[in-house]
């Protein structure tokens, strides 16, 4: 998580600088669809599922093939660990949603540093609310 968080700290930075507009859009689009799925207590893999795509993006907008790729690989191992963040900490699904919308903001208003710093918060907050012990089969 904290290498995943570095990964896509550099990735918000450069995005905040390099997306384009139907990027911006397509985030805020994922978050509106991730909005959905949190006010009708919807399905945790779904919301998994949209926050990767949101996360995914901010990687593509940065333009660093080097980037995306360490980014989907720290993905895919961190997946897990974002499920079990969503599962047990499922009251603060709407405090990560207020975050991703920071980091867009952010990104959306060409303020890197900000994008760089909202991430890095959302990503390791997260990791504060696991049980590593908890029975949760993932």
């Given at each position: ?33 991730a909005q959905k799925i949190i006010e009708g207590h919807g399905e ?39 499920r079990r963040v969503n599962i047990q900490d499922y009251k603060g ?30 990503i390791r907050e997260g990791i504060k609310f696991i049980d590593f ?6």
């Amino acid at each position: 998580t904290y290498l995943r968080s570095a990964i896509d700290g550099v990735a918000a930075y450069f995005a905040a600088k390099n997306a384009t507009e139907s990027q911006i859009a397509t985030m805020q689009k994922y978050l509106d669809e991730a909005q959905k799925i949190i006010e009708g207590h919807g399905e945790i893999e779904k919301l998994s599922e949209v926050n990767e795509k949101f996360h995914q993006l901010i990687r593509d907008a940065a333009g660093f093939v080097m980037v995306q790729n360490w980014g989907k690989n720290m993905q895919i191992i961190d997946s897990a660990i974002r499920r079990r963040v969503n599962i047990q900490d499922y009251k603060g699904i709407l405090r990560r949603q207020a975050e991703h919308q920071e980091i867009l903001d952010c990104i959306a208003k060409r303020d890197p540093e900000g994008a760089e710093k909202a991430i890095i918060k959302n990503i390791r907050e997260g990791i504060k609310f696991i049980d590593f012990n908890s029975k949760i089969n993932l």
